[in-house]
């Protein structure tokens, strides 16, 4: 029995392989199984709702599992086999803990011989996360990830195919498609990245519902970066722009129970928050009235800049130049919401930045 032979009989019985994928090794249980899932959960040790990506043979096993667009089927043309994940909307026929808490899935065509060998014998989606645990550096060699993880995570692993030290190559590009634009959550090797001041040349949200989801894909892109320091969101918009909408998308992935209003005659709005075992504050702030700097003074913005608390400011181009050397300092995202004229009422053009820091 070779390799892969033994690996499939491993899946099948609810284990977890480690496999060489063509930019580092991953670890792969079937994505249908949710003792297998449950065991890599327990292995990678933290998610928050990310999404777990599965590796598939071909645009027709991917069809059974996610909704596939227009932009995904010509991502999948152009870039696949190859370092590219694409995230489209789930079919929820995969394990609990695989798609991502707004019900979306990555899915991976993998270009390596090996890791396609053993999709094909297996006949069903395996797991294509990478084999690293949280917040360790993803290894290029078995060597590499038994010496950074836990005699514990090394028991949960059933088998391993080792191809050796594989080439340090960049990590696959992450995009999202389920709002028809493309959006990219992490750059790799495909798709380089944009000029000017915003990275992504802009996504049409049709809908109020598509502005929250996307404010909620942003929170979870930076969940990670939010246990080490604030998130910031700096809105610019005309009135009507979808502002306000973006932060109610934020309220709904904090789970936030009180409903998100305009903060606009109060200047500031604070909420508390627990989610994924996090605690904080959500500070939704309105700049339009602000006339003196003393009227933020109640608000304490010192201390709201910290760790774990997400603050978005509404009309941030009207905001004090104090307020914004804060909310710059502690690293933000300038969101630019327009109403696309012409074509729909609820058609919003949105551009962002990835987090920027100033001095």
Not at 199 to 208: I, L, Q
Not at 307 to 330: F, H, M, Q, Y
Request: hydrophobic share 40%; charged share 20%.
């Amino acid at each position: 029995m070779n390799s892969i032979e033994k690996a499939v009989k491993v899946l099948r019985a609810g284990g977890l392989v480690i496999y060489p994928t063509e930019t580092c090794y991953g670890a792969g249980v079937d994505a249908a199984n949710q003792k297998a899932i449950d065991k890599l959960l327990a292995y990678k040790t933290r998610r928050e709702g990310r999404p777990l990506s599965v590796a598939v043979t071909n645009q027709t096993m991917a069809s059974k599992y996610v909704k596939l667009n227009l932009t995904a089927k010509n991502l999948y043309t152009k870039f696949l086999p190859g370092p590219l994940t694409v995230v489209s909307a789930g079919k929820h026929k995969l394990a609990k803990g695989v798609e991502s808490e707004t019900g979306t899935l990555g899915i991976r065509i993998p270009a390596h011989p090996t890791a396609m060998a053993l999709i094909k014998k297996f006949g069903r989606p395996i797991t294509a996360t990478s084999a690293n645990v949280s917040y360790k550096p993803r290894p290029y060699s078995i060597k590499q990830l038994l010496s950074q993880i836990s005699k514990k995570q090394r028991r949960l692993i059933d088998f391993i195919i080792d191809a050796g030290n594989l080439p340090r190559r960049p990590v696959s590009t992450i995009v999202d498609t389920t709002l028809d634009d493309r959006l990219i959550i992490r750059q790799g090797e495909i798709i380089p990245p944009r000029g000017g001041i915003f990275k992504h040349p802009g996504v049409v949200t049709k809908s109020p519902q598509a502005t929250m989801k996307l404010a909620q894909t942003l929170c979870l892109k930076h969940w990670k970066d939010l246990q080490t320091r604030p998130l910031v969101f700096l809105l610019i918009g005309d009135l009507g722009a979808g502002k306000t909408v973006f932060a109610k998308g934020i309220g709904q992935f904090l789970q936030i129970k009180q409903p998100i209003t305009s903060p606009t005659f109060t200047i500031g709005k604070e909420y508390h928050y627990n989610h994924y075992g996090v605690t904080g504050k959500f500070l939704h702030l309105d700049t339009w009235r602000l006339q003196h700097l003393e009227e933020l003074t109640g608000l304490k913005l010192e201390k709201q800049f910290r760790p774990k608390n997400i603050v978005c400011i509404e009309w941030a181009g009207r905001a004090s130049t104090p307020l914004l050397k804060l909310a710059k300092k502690a690293g933000s995202i300038t969101i630019s919401l327009k109403i696309n004229q012409g074509i729909h009422v609820n058609d919003r053009i949105i551009k962002y930045n990835s987090i920027s820091f100033h001095k």
